[in-house]
């Protein structure tokens, strides 16, 4: 298995401007996370899916973040328009289930706004 | 709020030497309890993990100790490698969710 992949690898665009990022599960994995990593706040659950549907997603930060799981093998994270402080690498990871097993993570997508 | 603290943030030692990184939480359902392990431009990658029914597990030169009493967990590395340098992330479930909290992470530097 080839893993979590994610796309971009990096993502530079200008403030306002929509921004989507991919990702691809694990075949089999029934559960996908969307984190978004910073030095001042560190790992940060955006939002998750199970069998597809979104569980909860509490940890979006405002509603220019939006994200959908079209089928198993798909999810996508959009932020519109984008600003400054969206800076970040957003990591798409997969599990078996949502809690008591270990995620697979992807290598991240590092966004940078200017 | 935060529940899991991870201690400590950086860690220095000498190729050789074992290293001891500590986790707490707060939320006493909690029953499983994973390391990761992020190396400079990846994602995280775990190393091992431990479920609430037993207290330690090792797998080479890894091990985890789990005290769930006091409500926290351990990983220990025993000779250390240059290629043991990361940032370790513990994980534990926090305010009553089944979705784990990563703590802030830990900068291990092993020196040859």
């Known amino acids: 298995d080839a893993g979590v992949i994610q796309s971009p690898r990096h993502e530079v665009t200008e403030m306002g401007q929509e921004v989507t990022l991919r990702c691809k599960p694990i075949?089999?994995?029934?559960?996908l996370f969307w984190y978004r990593q910073t030095m001042m706040r560190g790992l940060e659950l955006l939002i998750y899916?199970?069998?597809?549907?979104?569980?909860?997603d509490s940890g979006m930060p405002e509603d220019r973040f939006s994200a959908k799981m079209p089928n198993a093998s798909f999810s996508t994270l959009k932020i519109q328009p984008s600003e400054p402080r969206d800076s970040a690498v957003y990591f798409c990871?997969?599990?078996?289930?949502?809690?008591?097993?270990?995620?697979?993570f992807g290598s991240g997508t590092r966004l940078t706004v200017v | 709020g935060e529940n899991v603290e991870q201690h400590p943030s950086t860690l220095s030692v000498q190729e050789g030497d074992s290293a001891v990184i500590k986790c707490t939480y707060s939320?006493?359902?909690?029953?499983?309890f994973p390391w990761y392990k992020q190396e400079l431009g990846k994602g995280p990658q775990l190393i091992i993990d431990i479920r609430s029914n037993v207290g330690e597990k090792k797998d080479q030169r890894i091990a985890v100790t789990l005290n769930k009493t006091a409500k926290h967990f351990s990983l220990h590395i025993t000779e250390t490698q240059p290629e043991d340098s990361a940032v370790y992330f513990c994980?534990?479930?926090?305010?009553?969710?089944?979705?784990?909290?990563f703590g802030r992470g830990t900068s291990l530097i092993v020196h040859p």
């Open positions: 075949s089999g994995h029934n559960s």
């Open positions: 994980a534990a479930p926090s305010g009553g969710s089944y979705i784990p909290t």
């Open positions: 899916f199970n069998n597809n549907v979104p569980i909860d």
């Open positions: 939320d006493s359902a909690s029953n499983y």
């Open positions: 990871a997969s599990s078996l289930d949502w809690s008591n097993y270990g995620y697979t």
